[in-house]
């Protein structure tokens, strides 16, 4: 029996102190950095390739520190998208790498919700964002512990 590979898009938000670049920059050699403005971001999702299994969205979140948030839904002009991953297992993953990680329902309100809301629309669901904390907080083992995830 042959095994297809999972092909896995890792997308950030651009900036040399982002840590959302920074760690999709050490997972893909193909990394995916969006703009950060909203009609920026959409244009760069526009141009996106379709053929991707998965989306990993990486988020920056002020509010964190010491885990990950995974986020279930985006809003955008009321209308609710939901991941398709799942992400209570993702997160049991994170936890056996050695990372907190808690699942939200309720959508963000800013650039990364914008992003996410895109990216589920273009990928039909096969799409996940995940908030990490600012460069502040994230050390360099959180690479690592983030590919064990993968």
Known sequence: MECKAIKQLFVGFKGKKNSSAILVSALSSQPCLLTNSFEGLKNDIENLSPGYD???LFGVDKGLETSVRIERVAEKDGIRRSTKL???DL???F????L???????????LCNEAYWHLLEKYAGNAVLIHIPTIKY???EWISKVRQTL
């Open 54 to 56: 998965e989306v990993w």
């Open 86 to 88: 799942d992400v209570e």
């Open 91 to 93: 997160a049991a993953r």
């Open 95 to 98: 936890f056996k790498a050695g």
């Open 100 to 110: 907190k990680a808690t699942v939200a329902s309720h959508p963000t309100e800013y």
């Open 138 to 140: 994230f050390e360099k």
